[in-house]
DNA sequence: AGTAAGCGGATATCGTCAATCCGCTTAGCT
DNA sequence: AGCTAAGCGGATTGACGATATCCGCTTACT
C-alpha cells in the first residue's frame, strides 16, 4: 500500500531513511503541530534535507501520507461508539476517546478541525466522519440524554475550544483539560442533573500563570 | 497625561497624525489582534511609515498605550460585578461583560490572556483583576449558586477557550460564542439545574464548515 | 568493478517584518 | 514675508525563517 509495484524496490538505505522520516515525522507533528519544516523533520530523523525531500515532494505529501490513518482511527472510535448501546456513554466515549487522542497529537488536532488541510483522502475520512457525529447525537437527544437544543455542530465548536486549554497545559498538567470536558457535559446532560465528579484539581494561579507564559506557538501552516 | 511639560508643544499636524495613528491601531488590533505591523497601521492611518515611527518607538509602546485603558476598562466591569448583590448575576455579569468586550477586539483578548504581553502598567491592571474574580468565585460558591469544586482559575481557561470559538465566527454569526458560554454555564450552576435557554441557534453543519475555513490566523507576536 | 541510486547539507530564493534615512514640505515664529 | 526647525512620506535596507534545489561524494546492488 505505501509502494507502488514500480519496476525496480527501493534501496535497502533508501526505505530505512523514508521509515525513519516518517517516524520523525509522526513525532513531530504530534509534539509540536504541523508547522514543522521538512528541515526540522530531517535533522530529527537524523538525515540530510535533500533526502527529505527526495522521498516527499512536501510537507504535505509527508501529512496526506501520515495523517490518512490517524483520521481512520478517529472513524474507527466513531463507529465503535455507535455500537455502544446507552446513548449518553457512546457520545462521551468518542468525545473522550477522540479528545485524548487529539490531546497526545497535536497534529491530528489541527487536521481534524481545519478543513483546508489535508488532500481528498484526507477530505474523504473526514467526510465519513462527520455523519456518524450526526447519529451519536441524534440518539442521545432521542434517548433523552442530552438537551434537546444540543447540535452536532456543538461537538465541532467544543473541540475547537479544548484545544488552547490542551496547548497550554500539555506539559504542565496533563489532564486538565477533561476538567474543562466535564463542565461542558454536565451542562448538556439531561437524564442526570447532578455534578460529575472533576478528573482533576483546578490549576493554582501560579500554575495557571505559567501555563498561559509557555503557551507554545500554533505552528499550522496555510495551504498554498 | 499623554504629553509630559516639554518645552515646546507638539507642532498642529504631528499631534493630529499621532490621533490618527491611535485611531488607526485601536482599530486594526480590535479587529485583527495584536499582530498587525506599524507599517500596517501607519497606511490604514493614511500617514507615512516614518511617522509612525517617529510617534512610537515600536509597536509595543502603541499597545501599551492603548490596552492600559482597555483593562481599565474591565477591571472597572469586575468592581462593578463586585457591587452586584446577587452572586450569581454578579458572576454571571462579569463573564458576559468582559467576553462581550473581547469579542469586540481580539487586542484585549490576547492582552488579557497572555501575561507576557505588555508592559508594568499594563501588568498592573492585570494584577488588580485576578483578586477580584477571586471574590467574585468566593461569593458564588459561599452563596451556593456555584458548584463548590469550581474555582477561580476555571475563568481563565473558560475564557482562552472561547477565543477559537470567537475567531471562527466573529464575521458570520456574532453571538454564536455566548451559545457555548450557556452550556458552560449549565454546568457549573448549582442553585437552579434547569438549561438556560441558549441565546443563539447552533450553526448549520454549511456555515460551521465556512467557519472553520475562514478562521483567521491569529497574529499574536512574541516579546522581544 | 561499474554504475545508477542515494546521500548530505550548503546555498539560492522568496516572503515578511522592523526600522532607518533623506529629500521635500510646512507650521509657527518674528 | 521669509526663515528654519520640525515634520513628513515611503523607498529601502537588513534580519530572519521557511522552502526547495543542486552537486560533489558515497554506497548498494549486479
Redesign the interface.
Known sequence: MTTAPSPRPMRKDASINRERLLDAARELFAEKGLGVTLNDIARHAGVGVGTAYRRFANKEELIDTLFEERLQAVEAVAREALDEPDPWTALTDYLTRTLQMQFGDRGLHQIL????LGDARINDVRTRI?PLIVELVRRAKDAGVV?S??????V???Q??????MD?TRDLAPQ?YE??L???????R?DD???T??PAP????EI??TA??S?R??TAR?RA
Open positions: 478541525d481545519d478543513p483546508t462527520a438537551r437544543d444540543f447540535e452536532p455542530t456543538d465541532t465548536f467544543m475547537s475550544a479544548m484545544a488552547p486549554i497550554s486538565v476538567r474543562y466535564t463542565f461542558f457535559l454536565d451542562g448538556i439531561s442533573r447532578t455534578f465528579p472533576l483546578a490549576l493554582s494561579s495557571t500563570h498561559m507564559t503557551r506557538r500554533s496555510r
